[in-house]
């Protein structure tokens, strides 16, 4: 047997790699797996984020949406071109009828009381910040409303209003009559009543709205966690269509308690609105709280990983404008 001269050789000896050149290499490639593996995460945290983000920025426009449009119909009533001047209007609000109202908290009526003026707050804590809610009502028709198949309007939740007849409400013009030509005829209207306000379905949050359409209030909006209502008043003497503070429904009370439910209505100009929406789940992988600036400009902390942000509208009341 032939024996390999280079068996024995020093170069033969040294081939393959040491422990230390072995152990470089793992740490290398372990380096590169967790630069790998940070990145990765790092990506899918600032996605979940941009999703959650985007997420409430629909829920909260869905929300405010909702509620403008439905704030500016607040005591709607107008004119019709064949009545009498001196009854001019369906009488929805005959006899000072409340067509907006509003409670710091959840009203604790809302499904039993029958209309506006019937509404009941709750009693809230000195210092504490529940979810408001608040009450409009407003003359219906086929054109500010959504009708349903049979061209009826509806209420906030999509369900027929129902009709109100009285008789012999209004003078109507008649030629065919002897002077003053004019003739009482029946009258029949529908009058839209919403109430909007947040709670827990299956621990998530949801602005809820009962309508007269139906007993039963159903959610609106998912993530919309509170909802927080300044009242833009007019002056306390002659009405001047200027808006000189913001108050609360609560302060708003106090401060026009001489006045009937009606009156004071009649004194909100506008409607300040903001809502805090939260994301649809924990977005945050890490324990380390999450601020955001609630509807007072405070700076909050949460611990629970979700994400909230406070988005904010103001609402003119047209027909609380003086001449309308």
């Known amino acids: 047997m032939k024996r390999d001269p280079n068996f024995n050789s020093p170069r033969a000896r040294m081939q ?38 985007a997420r409430m920025n629909e829920d909260a426009q869905a929300a405010l949406n909702i509620l403008t449009q439905h704030l500016r119909m607040t005591g709607n009533n107008p004119k019709q071109p064949d009545y009498a001047p001196a009854t001019d209007r369906n009488p929805v609000f005959t006899g000072g009828g409340v067509d907006i ?13 029958a209309d506006l003026a019937t509404l009941t707050c709750p009693v809230v804590s000195p210092g504490a910040t529940p979810s408001d809610s608040i009450a409009v009502a407003y003359e219906a028709d086929a054109f500010n409303t959504v009708k349903d198949a049979a061209g009826v309007p509806t209420d906030c939740l999509g369900q027929a ?5 009285i008789a012999a409400a209004v003078n109507r013009y008649n030629a065919a009559l002897p002077a003053p030509k004019l003739e009482a005829i029946d009258v029949t ?13 299956s621990g998530i949050p949801n602005l809820y ?20 209502i300044k009242y833009g008043l007019d002056q306390a003497a002659a ?20 006045l009937t439910l009606d009156a004071r209505a009649r004194k909100v100009l506008s409607v300040r609105v903001c809502v805090i929406a939260r994301s649809e789940s924990p977005v945050n992988p890490t324990a380390d709280p999450l601020s955001y600036w609630d509807c007072e400009g405070t700076l909050t902390t949460s611990t629970d990983q979700y994400l909230r942000r406070a988005y904010m509208t103001t609402v003119v009341l047209r027909n609380h404008v003086s001449g309308s």
């Not at 790699?17 to 490639?29: A, D, H, K, N, P």
């Not at 109202?101 to 009381?113: Q, S, V, Y």
């Not at 000189?244 to 001489?258: C, P, R």
């Open 16 to 53: 393959g790699l040491s422990l230390i050149e072995l152990m470089v290499s793992l740490t290398i490639g372990l380096i590169l797996m967790v630069a790998v593996v940070s990145g990765y995460l790092g990506t899918a945290s600032a996605s979940r984020m941009a999703d959650a983000q």
């Open 101 to 113: 109202i509003g409670c710091d908290g959840t009203f604790t009526n809302t499904a039993a009381a």
């Open 161 to 165: 209003i129902p009709a109100t007849t």
């Open 189 to 201: 209207f529908r009058l839209a009543d919403n109430r909007f306000y947040v709670a827990n379905l």
């Open 209 to 228: 709205c009962k309508g007269n359409g139906s007993a039963t209030p159903q959610p609106l909006v998912e993530n919309i966690e509170s909802m927080q």
């Open 239 to 258: 009405a001047t269509n200027a808006v000189v503070g913001y108050l609360s429904a609560t302060d708003m009370a106090t401060t026009l308690a001489a």
